[in-house]
T-cell receptor, first 114, second 110 residues
Framework: DGGITQSPKYLFRKEGQNVTLSCEQNLNHDAMYWYRQDPGQGLRLIYY???????QKGDIAEGYSVSREKKESFPLTVTSAQKNPTAFYLC?????????????FGEGSWLTVV | GQQLNQSPQSMFIQEGEDVSMNCTSSSIFNTWLWYKQDPGEGPVLLIA?????ELTSNGRLTAQFGITRKDSFLNISASIPSDVGIYFCAGQPRNNDMRFGAGTRLTVKP
C-alpha cells in the first residue's frame, strides 16, 4: 500500500541524547516535511525538502537536523540542543508544483524526554 | 511567516446538528486544505481546494475556497459521534510552504 511510514511510534529519550525519527514514503513524492505538534496546538514546520540532497529550515529548526539522501527517506534528528523536545512529530510529503500541492501525513511519532 | 486564524477553537454540539468552521489569512493563498486528526494519529486529508470560489463536497462535508483567496470554510452536516476530532485548515501562500491553523476541536454529544 502507498503511504508514509514513521517509526518508532513512541520514543523515550534521556536528556542530553540525540534521537532520530524515521520517515519513509512510497508515494513518489519529491517534497517531504517535518512538523511538530504540541498538545492543543497546531502544526509548526521544522524542516522541509523539495528534492534529494536539499532541505530548508522551517519556523522552529533550532535543535533539529535532517538529511535527504534518498527520495523516499527524510529522517529527523532531535539533538541535545533542543531544550523542549517532548512533542508529537509528524512527517509529511507532497508533489511539488504550483497547483495540487496536497500534503499527506504519516501517523506520527511521540517523543518523550525522561 | 503568514499564520492562519482558525475559529472556533472548540465546539460542543448535539448529534445531528450542523457544524461550521473557518480560516482566514492576511495573505492570499493558492491552496486550501482541510484535515481531520484523531487523537495520537496523523491528520487525514478531507478536502482540497485549488481555485478561488471553488465549492467541494465529500459526503456530509462541504468546503469552499473564499473568493478573496484569504479565507475558507468547512461545513459538516448532520453530525455523528465519529465526527469527533480536531479539524485543521491549511493554506499554501507559495510552493511548498503550507501553513496550518491551530485547529477546531469538535465534540459531538449523542
Amino acid at each position: 500500500d502507498g503511504g508514509i511510514t514513521q517509526s518508532p511510534k513512541y520514543l523515550f529519550r534521556k536528556e542530553g541524547q540525540n534521537v532520530t525519527l524515521s520517515c519513509e514514503q512510497n508515494l513518489n513524492h519529491d517534497a517531504m516535511y517535518w512538523y511538530r505538534q504540541d498538545p492543543g496546538q497546531g502544526l509548526r514546520l521544522i524542516y522541509y525538502s523539495q528534492i534529494v540532497n536539499d532541505f530548508q529550515k522551517g519556523d522552529i529548526a533550532e535543535g533539529y537536523s535532517v538529511s535527504r539522501e534518498k527520495k523516499e527517506s527524510f529522517p529527523l534528528t532531535v539533538t541535545s540542543a533542543q531544550k523542549n523536545p517532548t512533542a508529537f512529530y509528524l512527517c509529511a510529503s507532497s508533489f511539488p508544483g504550483f497547483l495540487g500541492n496536497t500534503i499527506y501525513f504519516g501517523e506520527g511519532s511521540w517523543l518523550t524526554v525522561v | 511567516g503568514q499564520q492562519l486564524n482558525q475559529s472556533p477553537q472548540s465546539m460542543f454540539i448535539q448529534e445531528g446538528e450542523d457544524v461550521s468552521m473557518n480560516c482566514t489569512s492576511s495573505s492570499i493563498f493558492n491552496t486550501w486544505l482541510w484535515y481531520k486528526q484523531d487523537p495520537g494519529e496523523g491528520p487525514v486529508l478531507l478536502i482540497a481546494l485549488y481555485k478561488a470560489g471553488e465549492l467541494t463536497s465529500n459526503g456530509r462535508l462541504t468546503a469552499q475556497f473564499g473568493i478573496t483567496r484569504k479565507d475558507s470554510f468547512l461545513n459538516i452536516s448532520a453530525s455523528i459521534p465519529s465526527d469527533v476530532g480536531i479539524y485543521f485548515c491549511a493554506g499554501q501562500p507559495r510552493n511548498n510552504d503550507m501553513r496550518f491553523g491551530a485547529g477546531t476541536r469538535l465534540t459531538v454529544k449523542p
